[in-house]
């Protein structure tokens, strides 16, 4: 935030636009909801740890200091292609990867068909890892 001053005891307010409609997006020294999740704050910046093409629009930061002074800037968020999220405990792999067909996995007595790709555990990555598989034949679970 540009706009950021080294007044004494600014407040400092993030407003989220898109369209017409204008939604207060950190106020009063919180993050509101959706975002409240999603990014981090800082006096000078906020940072998202994810965006949606949902989050595309305009950001101002407004800075009220001393004697009521205002001062405000601007950024435009644009998002673009397909959104992807990933937990540090999940790894997607969408190529094929060397694991025999039909996998050999046994993870309870009954046999299911599952439509592919799907995620199963893969023993030959580090652990805790999936792997997205693309196999011709159902899957043994």
């Known amino acids: 935030c540009s706009a950021f001053r080294s ?3 600014p407040r400092i307010e993030w407003k989220f636009q898109k369209g017409s409609s204008l939604v207060l997006f950190y106020y009063g020294g919180e993050l509101t909801e959706p975002y409240r999740d999603r990014v981090q704050f800082s006096r000078t910046s906020i940072r998202f740890q994810s965006v949606t093409r949902e989050d ?3 950001y101002i930061c ?8 205002i001062a405000k800037s601007e950024v435009t968020l644009i998002v673009q292609g397909q959104a992807t999220s990933l ?3 999940l790894s ?3 190529i ?3 694991i025999p067909c039909p ?3 046994s993870l309870s007595p009954s046999l299911v068909p599952i439509p592919v790709p799907i995620l199963v555990p893969c023993p030959r990555l580090l652990s805790p890892s999936l792997v997205l598989v693309a196999c011709p ?3 043994s679970f």
């Not at 407004?62 to 002074?69: M, T």
Request: charged fraction near 10%; glycine fraction near 10%.
């Open 87 to 89: 937990s540090p405990s």
């Open 96 to 98: 094929p990867v060397p």
């Open 137 to 139: 034949h159902p899957l």
């Open 92 to 94: 997607l792999v969408p």
């Open 62 to 69: 407004e800075v009220v200091g001393d004697g009521s002074h």
């Open 7 to 9: 007044w004494s005891n």
């Open 56 to 58: 595309s629009g305009k």
């Open 103 to 105: 996998c050999p996995l």
